[in-house]
């Protein structure tokens, strides 16, 4: 039971941290684009066209970062608020490279994986696009495999569930939620 509390508190402190990152970000964006906007209008009143033309296209740039920001937004925010496990590191593998440590929380859902501040949403695209393939699960790890055609990865988690009871738990939970069925192992 203080293993789960510990993984609670690492998750809500984890889960914070990388919102208020890409809120932040978000915001700084708004911020460019609303001083933009404002010197575009206020040197347009000047008659200074060339840096109308300059200050219009930070507009738009900004615009475009703003949007793709409140996008990554709301989707760490649906993967946090929905989670299936949250830990505090994984192992990343894939393919012809070598393995990568990540030491940032990680949260699983249903919508996808967040790994620190690096968001993999799966069945957004379609057929074609990243999609949960397999989830195997031992005593203290829980290995998932997702990608696409072209590219697929594997996350090794330690997930600290501390019976086989959680472990069944869990497993049914993605079967229900991804409709991918874990295997586990021993």
Not at 148 to 168: F, W
Request: with cysteine; charged share 20%.
């Amino acid at each position: 039971m203080i293993l789960k509390e510990f993984f609670l508190k690492i998750y809500i402190r984890g889960g914070l941290v990388q919102m208020k990152l890409i809120r932040k970000r978000r915001n700084g964006y708004a911020l460019l684009l609303a001083a933009s906007i404002c010197l575009t209008v206020w040197l347009g009143k000047a008659f200074m066209l060339e840096a109308v033309f300059a200050f219009g296209a930070t507009s738009l740039i900004s615009l475009l970062l703003l949007v793709r920001q409140n996008r990554l937004l709301y989707a760490a925010r649906l993967i946090c608020d929905n989670p299936i496990l949250a830990v505090p590191s994984a192992l990343i593998s894939m393919p012809g490279r070598q393995m990568k440590k990540d030491t940032e929380e990680t949260v699983v859902s249903t919508f996808g994986i967040l790994i620190g501040s690096k968001i993999y949403r799966w069945g957004l695209d379609g057929v074609h696009g990243v999609r949960l393939s397999a989830v195997q699960i031992d005593k203290e790890r829980m290995y998932l495999t997702f990608g696409d055609a072209s590219k697929t990865m594997r996350v090794e988690l330690l997930h600290g569930m501390p019976g086989k009871q959680a472990i069944l738990d869990a497993a049914q939970k993605l079967l229900c939620e991804t409709g991918v069925t874990a295997k586990i192992i021993n």
